[in-house]
């Protein structure tokens, strides 16, 4: 193990104590470190200190200095070395940024298989569990349809909508990212194995959840917003009154992602509440191309991974690309995002245009050519 992994399984320990700690959950865990910096800082403060933290009572301070369990987090920690599990620290800066941003992000993401800069590019998949047939072929079209189009497809690895949309990543040959209410080393449903080994060929499993949870009522939320966090929209396919779907498409307009919706027969029970998202002012999806219409800047991030895929780009001309979406930039914009002056970059910005990757428009404007 080198030193920087064993630094890292340091930091991970320091997280497992202060999360096995009763009533110290996820959003405090954020507001200690926010405050005094680590989790070994946290676990070594004095109570007189950690009471001075919002939302630290006496008590609850009183449990992170008395209620300290080293020896069953190390136990923990290489239980997960041993499973070979990857993972994310909310302090690592290749932490997805999207899940990053959201109010109450994982403090620790474990997973098997591979994040991919194409990643970024997200679209989530979810459902009812007991779709019916138009409903799961539907899904399983629509994620092919988004994967033939370069976008990872996020789902929650649960039988009906969410494995259809798996699925039809994998038929496209594309990626897919699988969020477990349970621990990695808990398929579930069961009969999901063999999907989750294709999918760690193809992307990722992930989960928050340390070894031996198992897939119980209150995971499923959490798992949700993890789901719609990951994600740059939330497509719901079938969805009941009262659902998990629902659940992520909530979490989703708490994270300011679109919510798109799938208009059904009001004789379904589970096109209900499908459709009472239309009524309370979700995008209505009937194909990929509404996706694209109501998120052009996809489309737009799509085509920069495509330039950066098939055109060799400086450095310099890379930095410069990656702040295209699809609208124009003023160079002096520019100027300040990179923090270059504007001299430096009228080469650059040639050299673009004579690739025929951005085109000068009036008034120092340049815009992505995507002609």
Known sequence: MSLTDKNRKELLIDLIVLGQIDGIGVKRIHQLLATIGSAEKVLSSPVSLLVNIPGISRAAASRIKENQNRKTAEEIADRIEKLDWNYFLFSDPNYPTALK???????????????????????????????????????????????ENGITVVSGMARGIDTCAHRGALRANGRTLAVFGSSLDIIYPPEGRETARKIIDSGAIISEFLPGTIPNGPNFPRRNRIISGLSQAVIVIEAAEKSGALSTANHALEQNREVFAVPGSPRLATSKGTNRLLKEGAAILTSVEDLFEQLPRLKGNLEIVKIQKELELTKSEKMIVDLFDENPIHIDIMSREVNRPVPDLMPILLALELKGIVKELSGKRYILDLS
């Open 101 to 147: 941003n959201i109010s109450d992000p994982p403090v620790h993401l474990f997973y098997k298989g591979t994040f991919t800069e194409a990643d970024n590019n997200s679209i989530a998949i979810v459902g009812s569990r007991s779709a019916s047939e138009n409903g799961r072929i539907f899904a399983e079209n629509t994620a092919a349809a988004l994967a």
